[in-house]
């Protein structure tokens, strides 16, 4: 019971810190609601019990990712003072339009479907021996090809945003 | 060397062709004696082949007293479909080989004469030798595929050979009109030819002759592909309405006339058509076009060498005139008496064309008669001859011309009336009519060009000679028709006994008949001499002015040149003026710019979805996506 | 427990306000921020699909694992790129980026 009311207030802050992330007007205060709405999935994390990866979410999102993200916003020049400015675009209508119709669709199907095993049921927790298992047996490769990826991109990033000489 | 090996006598020419085609600019003398060599040795080996078919005639010959040696090879096949290579030899063939051996190497002779000095003389021996290969491959062959290309090769070689003096305009229009037209025929041939396959499975003429004789091709087919390789025969041999050619051929060297154009090529049609008479006459309704066609032509020629004055083309005239006859001895059945004409005519024929070109190269190049006449006084042996010529021509007894004439009138019995009969006679008297015209008017009577006449000269003996042995030939060709004659030397009878369709036919001599058609040879030659006797050239301007109507169609061969060119120029032109307009508009236009002007009108609107802006491709991902999402529902159900 | 259809709804409100940032904000930072909210949902999708429907296999975790490495590797090239962007046109607003057009 205790945990059903957590949920929804944890449901509704992620709802409002994402709202927050694509309505304000300010680009700073975007980002920080970005870090609320991370760590309010990241929290959603635990009430699924997968530990892990609310941990990685946690680290990785919030530690790495917010931090590039401020970092570019720094570099290019957004004003850290949060003052209103003007960032939406032509596209509004067509933003709202098309936003509103895709929640309308996906909560439709997925509220009209019938999912099997009674989903009342307690959610089965994932513990991190059973991601390890399935990670490093069944999916090695694509593992080991995402760590690949991973240096391709490192490589990538550096050469891109490397300065070049008299610049 | 026997009648199996009657093939050689097709390599030998064909060898020779080819040695002095590559090699005749270096040979010494260019080798004009190599030709000789070629041609004389063919001659020679006939005689082998001669001997050897009458030898082994008491084994063969069959009921019906008919008798052949064949031979046959398969080339190459391709599934169901054979192509053979064969030979057979038997009077008819055997009749031909002789014919066109002894004239080629007669005029080959006389050509060393006449070709003496002239530019490409190699070739011209060469060209020769190539088409006396193609004919007796003609002559021999026994599958109609290979006549088929035999056809083909003496037209090219006559093409060649019109075309010699290719430097002059008119002689490569010639070549030209020769070869296209001749070309129709030749389609006509072909189309005859696939139509026989069809209806039989085979080329070789034998079985296609057993197959028409024993009622296995239904009789409205066999008359249309009949016709169709009657059609071909016209083409080659220049029956009306195809005879446009033959008069623009003289355009080539003399002799070239003389051989392609009086002995052997132009009766290529004859002995193709001599070689299926069984099947003719499974049709009648053939015969009888094709009798019609040769009274037409004899006819119309007639009138039409009556008012030339080049001597070259009224021998041309002569020569489908002569044609005719033969063509209407083959539609009454009667191949012997078609087959002999051949014979003699290709003699004294070649001797006359033999004996202009005398007088073309005596009188440096004249040949027209306006401008020669009292040429015997300067050119007496070429007179001669061409005296013995223009009789046997004009049927006078006891030369060639008339034991073989005097067959053909036999023959016109057949039909029922009279009516060809009659018809031939007049064509008799014209023939005589102006065959005597044109020897009074060029070796008769006062000079008309004392220029011409003084610097005129008999030729010398390298073509003399060659005359001479032709006018020999021409007085005693014609007795072969006789029994004992023909006995003597070895034949089985006389010629209508050696060549024959059904029965071997005895001659016996019709006095009547021989009076009748001596008769019309006499008047006709006594009536030309009235006439044209002291050079009274007045009947043609006479004629002019009380008809000129007829004088025109007379001078104007009866308008067939016109007829043809205005066809050409309104019909085909018209034609082509449609396709072009096709050509241009749709195929260019629409077609081709079309699709270029429609894709870039297609990218001209286009264009416009590449923005630039980022957000924009955003919303074409998205819609992109649920599209994909939608269409997945639908097919989902 | 909430039942499933909770996090499935709650993955699709965030996912489309994130497809609403895509579209309409100006600044690359503000759409690969919206970009990340995105990935975001669609993994919490995926977790709530492998706890609940597949215990056994939790294919869908491990997908969110592999969804969480290339976000990290996807945003650090991305910045790069914006500020590449910003070195040469001195403004990270994507509208002023458009030269690349008809």
Redesign the interface.
Known sequence: MATEVLWWIFAVLIVAATAGTVFSKSVIHSAIFLIGSLAGVGVMYVFLVVDFLALVQFLIYGGAVTVLILLALMVTRADPSGRPEDTDGPQKPFGVIFGAAMMAVLIGVSVSTNWPNDVSDKAHGIPIDTISEKLFIDFGPPFVIASALLLVALIGAIILARQEEGE | MGADQAWILVAVPAATFVVLALFGRWLPRKGDWLAVLGVGASLVLYFFVLHDLLHQRDSLVNAHGYWSIAMDTTWSHVGNFSLHFGTVVDPLSATMLGVVTIAGTLITIFSIGYMKGEVRYWWFFAVLMAFIASKLMLVLSDNLLLVYFAWEGVGVCSFLLIGFYWEKRSATEAAKKAFITTRIGDVGLLIGIILLWKATGTFNIQEILNAATTGQIGHVYLFVALMFVFLGAMGKSALVPFHVWLPDAMEGPTPVSALIHAATMVVAGVYLIARLLPAFEVVPAALLIITIVGLVTAILTGFMALATTDIKKVLAYSTIGQLGFMYIALGCSHPGAAIMHLMTHAFFKSLLFLAAGSVIIGTHHNQDMKQLGGLWRKMPITATTFLIGSLALAAVPPFSGFWSKDEIFHGTTAWNGGWVTFLLGFAAVLTALYTTRLFIRTFLGKPQDQEVYDNAHETGPIMVVPLIILALITCVVGFTVFNGVGRAMGFPGGFTEFVFLNEPERFSMNWSWAAASAAIAFGGVFFAGWLYWGNRITISTRLAEWQPGIYNMLVNKFYFDDLYQAGIDHALLGFSFVISWFDRYVVNDTGVDGMADSTRFGSSILKYVQTGKVPNYALGIALGAVGLAIAGLVVRG | ??????????S???????????????????????V??ML??V??NF??F????D?E???G??F???V??????????A??????L??NRA??N??E??????
């Not at chain 3, 965030?14 to 895509?22: A, M, Q, R």
């Not at chain 3, 492998?50 to 429907?53: D, H, K, N, Q, V």
């Not at chain 3, 969480?68 to 090239?77: D, H, K, N, R, S």
């Not at chain 3, 980026?97 to 008809?102: E, M, N, Q, V, Y």
């Open positions: 427990m909430v039942p499933l259809e909770n996090y499935l709804v709650l699709a409100i965030i996912f489309s306000l994130g497809v609403y940032g895509v579209l309409t904000r100006r600044n690359a930072v503000l759409i690969l921020m919206s990340e909210l975001n949902a993994s919490l977790v709530a492998a706890s609940y429907l215990p296999r939790i294919t975790a491990i969110a694992v592999f969480i490495t290339v976000a990290a590797a996807e945003v650090g090239l910045l790069a790129i914006i500020i590449r910003y070195r403004t990270a994507v509208d980026a458009a030269t690349l057009k008809w």
